[in-house]
């Protein structure tokens, strides 16, 4: 072995040009590859820091039927009914998410706390870092309000204080004690929360009434028995679903066609991106495949000049084993350098991914490098270097020895399975890059797709920000309604603004509430049988500001306040869903629990907010005047004359001006909200089609190779032909001609494979189909087109070929 080793170093570096141009091209391989698999390893491969991490699941509602795939809330009542008759779970816990506005040390801030069951940690088990968990008594209304904050929180706003124990603040105005610190590095149930809190009827976007009645807003999580099964739980808890309604025909949230998944909680976890990760891990997986082909190209290539060599050995009484095994030295030594250089090129790739993933990908940032990925590396290292060598081995371990020294090499190096071979090679090059270019191309279209979208408003100029009313100051509707007011007054006075109002949510920002709803004219049937809708809340102005499309009716005036005749504005969708045959104007409607029936009185172009249809709801939408259904967050909308970047200082500070213990957040212009819900599609689209751009470069690089080298090889037939009177142009096109019919063998099989392969990426495909002929033609001309280009360098070669000096040696 040390012997093939030392002698395969030599060789090596008598070829430093060849041995450059492999190095390179595997480390393009193996790095993409080995960077893709730390976020694989880091996303989707790793258990969950928590103790027997396999039993944890997800409990998460569907109702197929009504289209609603998502998972829904659960009414506080809904939990404690399968927590309480479950037998397949050691124990169940329930968990959602609000803001909370912390004050009285330092500046105000606005954070995101996690309202959970007092057993949440006990669940997950796992342990504050100081301090203790909730107790039983602390979860309910009448319970004394304690905290467990994150490490970060910790450090942030109590200096890392060890005595922080016992410590008051306050939430909401509400006072506080910190009862524990988490761990560093403690996300769940996601990374945002820094801060968890029990009771989950303290819930503020919703009343007493309503939690009372049955609102859905509760996640689940359980952990499995040691002698359960995922399979087992999931056919007990169908059952309970079932039971649920029929125990008390009353429950307004009981869904009869409502089932209930039980996920892994690891894949739960991961679900928002695992199509994506798994499609650019197989996208690099090409890159390898192509980088491979390539090598193994050039081995053959290089076969052609060893020939005698070869030959020689085997006359010595090399061996064939002893001969392989040489030249798959040669070729480990090459994927192992390209391994080495690929681990940096994997360390520069993720660390561009980190930079690039802030607003699509945030998880990328967990990724961390430890020995699995080194270990990944070496063994695509080795795996690769025997993949790409071992062919060559074969064929040039078995010389012609008579032919071989009697010509010198030539017969050898003409031979015509080496030959196929390297058509083989190229013609897998073809194939794999015009997979990857269509993927790429139907990821664009996609794109220009989503950009293409009319959203039903001007986004241009408009700037939003959100402000949470604390519920101890504005406590009533009345000073919710008073302080709005006074703070669109105060928007309104910083120069460069046009128009503001404010609404429950921001635009493309998310559906508000969803909201059953239904016709007052029909019979009444419990809620989760309802039309479910997003439910926004706004002031007068807000599509004035919006530039809002108003089909009929009209938008909301001062007129619209508490007291007044409860009215209601709905989008084209749910307008055609209620009354496809009606006018809705003047109809009445009932909106979730509000039993008085609300008065339509205008209708608008649909606003195409992507999270309505996430959150399983039918793409309908309602508005109601904010003064007749006050809510304790909300989020304003400033259209300006300017820049919104340039006023949004100003507007937050006459905000603060109003209420210095009111946090001003999410400060953003609505054209970065839009580049922030594409942020995910962008980045995969960017790397796919960065893939596809190295490996379009790789297989040409290949085909100009084979093409070059056939050239080479055929120096004497060119000579002779020229000698008979062939033109430029006739050498030309039979040269062209063999890199053209390489090329087109490669691109017909790679729109073969590509008709299923790229029915994988549906899932990310928006406005276009899988089988798009406009980009598979297009892929197929723009290779084709390059093709020939990579072609006509050595054809132009060959044509000027001088016959005197082809034929000298004859």
């Known amino acids: 072995m040390f012997s093939h080793l030392r002698t395969a170093i030599r060789g090596l570096l008598q070829s430093p040009a060849f041995s450059i141009v492999c190095v390179l091209t595997l480390a393009l391989g193996i790095g993409a590859n080995t960077a893709m698999f730390s976020v694989i390893d880091s996303l989707l491969l790793r258990r969950l820091p928590f103790p027997h991490s396999e039993q944890l699941v997800r409990l998460m509602?569907?109702?197929?039927?009504?289209?609603?795939?998502?998972?829904?809330?659960?009414?506080?009542?809904?939990?404690?009914?399968?927590?309480?008759?479950?037998?397949?779970?050691t124990d169940v816990a329930a968990y959602d998410g609000e803001s909370l506005n912390i004050t009285g040390t330092k500046e105000p801030e606005e954070l995101r706390a996690a309202r959970v069951s007092f057993n949440y940690f006990h669940v997950l088990g796992t342990e504050p870092l100081l301090g203790r968990n909730f107790l039983p008594e602390e979860d309910g209304p009448g319970g004394k309000p304690v905290a467990i904050i994150s490490q970060g929180l910790w450090q942030r706003r109590f200096?890392?204080?060890?005595?922080?124990?016992?410590?008051?603040?306050?939430?909401?105005?509400?006072?506080?004690?910190?009862?524990?610190?988490?761990?560093?590095?403690?996300?769940?149930?996601?990374?945002e929360f820094t801060l968890w809190v029990t009771n989950l009827a303290g819930f503020t976007t919703f009343t007493p009434q309503q939690i009372r009645g049955g609102a859905g807003y509760l996640q689940l999580l359980a952990r499995l028995r040691p002698d359960a099964t995922i399979a087992s739980a999931a056919s007990e808890v169908s059952v309970l679903v079932g039971q649920y309604g029929r125990d008390d025909p009353g429950r307004t949230d009981a869904d009869p066609d409502a089932r209930m998944n039980v996920v892994p909680l690891e894949t739960a976890q991961v679900d928002d991106f695992r199509t994506e990760l798994l499609v650019l891990f197989g996208a690099v997986g090409f890159v390898l495949m192509i980088a491979c082909a390539n090598v193994a190209a050039l081995?053959?290539?290089?076969?052609?000049?060893?020939?005698?060599?070869?030959?020689?050995?085997?006359?010595?009484?090399?061996?064939?084993?002893?001969?392989?095994?040489?030249?798959?030295?040669?070729?480990?030594?090459?994927?192992?350098?390209?391994?080495?250089?690929?681990?940096?090129?994997?360390?520069?790739?993720?660390?561009?991914?980190?930079?690039?993933?802030?607003?699509?990908?945030?998880?990328i940032r967990q990724v961390h490098w430890d020995i699995r990925v080194l270990a990944f590396a070496m063994a695509v290292s080795i795996v690769t270097g025997i993949v790409f060598g071992l062919a060559p081995a074969l064929q040039i371990s078995t010389p012609d020895l008579n032919a071989t020294l009697r010509e010198g090499g030539r017969a050898a190096a003409g031979s015509a399975s080496r030959h196929r071979l390297r058509g083989v090679l190229v013609v897998g090059q073809v194939a794999l890059s015009i997979v990857l270019l269509i993927g790429a191309g139907l990821l664009l279209r996609s794109f220009v797709a989503l950009h293409q979208i009319d959203p039903g408003f001007d986004p241009r100029n408009v700037l939003t920000m959100h402000v949470r009313m604390g519920p101890a100051r504005y406590a009533t509707d009345e000073q919710r309604s008073q302080f709005l007011e006074r703070a669109r007054q105060a928007i309104g006075s910083v120069p460069g603004v046009n128009s503001s109002a404010a609404a429950l949510s921001r635009p493309m920002g998310g559906a508000g509430v969803m909201a059953p709803v239904l016709r007052a004219t029909d019979p009444i049937v419990p809620y989760a049988q309802r039309t479910i809708a997003a439910w926004q809340s706004a002031t007068p102005g807000y599509f004035e500001t919006m530039r809002t499309r108003l089909l009929r009716g009209r938008t909301f005036t001062e007129r619209d306040r508490m007291g007044a005749q409860p009215v209601v504005i709905i989008n084209e969708t749910l307008a055609k869903l209620l009354w496809p045959t009606q006018d809705p104007i003047g109809q009445r409607l009932l909106v979730a629990r509000i039993e008085v029936p609300w008065e339509v009185v205008g209708v608008i172009h649909d606003l195409k907010a992507p999270a309505a249809a996430n959150n399983g709801g039918s793409g309908g939408e309602v508005y109601t005047p904010y003064d007749q259904r006050t809510w304790p967050g909300v989020n304003f909308i400033v259209r300006a004359d300017v820049d919104p970047s340039l006023i949004s200082s100003a507007v937050r500070a006459r905000l603060l001006e109003l209420d210095p213990d009111q946090p001003v957040t999410n400060v953003e212009t609505v054209?970065?909200?839009?580049?922030?819900?594409?942020?995910?599609?962008?980045?995969?689209?960017?790397?796919?089609?960065?893939?596809?751009?190295?490996?379009?470069?790789?297989?040409?690089?290949?085909?100009?190779?084979?093409?070059?080298?056939?050239?080479?090889?055929?120096?004497?037939?060119?000579?002779?032909?020229?000698?008979?009177?062939?033109?430029?142009?006739?050498?030309?096109?039979?040269?062209?001609?063999?890199?053209?019919?390489?090329?087109?063998?490669?691109?017909?099989?790679?729109?073969?494979?590509?008709?299923?392969?790229?029915?994988?990426?549906?899932?990310?495909?928006?406005?276009?189909?899988?089988?798009?002929?406009?980009?598979?033609?297009?892929?197929?001309?723009?290779?084709?087109?390059?093709?020939?280009?990579?072609?006509?360098?050595?054809?132009?070669?060959?044509?000027?070929?001088?016959?005197?000096?082809?034929?000298?040696?004859?």
């Open 159 to 191: 200096a890392g204080d060890m005595n922080v124990i016992g410590k008051t603040f306050l939430l909401n105005d509400t006072a506080y004690t910190v009862i524990g610190v988490m761990p560093a590095g403690f996300e769940m149930p996601a990374r």
């Open 671 to 810: 054209d970065q909200i839009i580049a922030n819900s594409l942020g995910q599609r962008r980045l995969t689209l960017w790397l796919i089609g960065g893939f596809a751009t190295v490996a379009l470069i790789l297989a040409l690089i290949g085909l100009y190779g084979v093409i070059a080298y056939s050239v080479a090889q055929r120096t004497r037939e060119i000579g002779i032909r020229h000698a008979l009177g062939a033109s430029f142009s006739q050498i030309c096109r039979m040269v062209l001609g063999q890199g053209l019919r390489l090329a087109a063998v490669g691109v017909i099989a790679g729109i073969a494979g590509a008709f299923g392969l790229t029915r994988l990426i549906s899932g990310l495909l928006f406005g276009v189909q899988p089988t798009d002929p406009v980009v598979f033609v297009a892929a197929g001309v723009l290779f084709a087109a390059v093709a020939a280009l990579a072609s006509y360098v050595p054809a132009y070669r060959a044509a000027k070929v001088d016959p005197v000096i082809a034929l000298r040696d004859e």
């Open 299 to 363: 081995l053959l290539a290089r076969a052609a000049s060893r020939g005698r060599e070869i030959a020689i050995r085997a006359a010595l009484g090399a061996s064939r084993r002893q001969l392989i095994g040489h030249l798959l030295s040669e070729s480990l030594l090459l994927s192992i350098a390209g391994g080495a250089v690929g681990l940096l090129i994997a360390l520069w790739g993720t660390a561009l991914m980190e930079r690039a993933a802030q607003a699509g990908f945030p998880e």
């Open 61 to 89: 509602l569907s109702v197929p039927k009504r289209g609603i795939r998502g998972s829904p809330g659960m009414s506080l009542r809904a939990y404690e009914y399968y927590r309480d008759r479950s037998h397949a779970f």
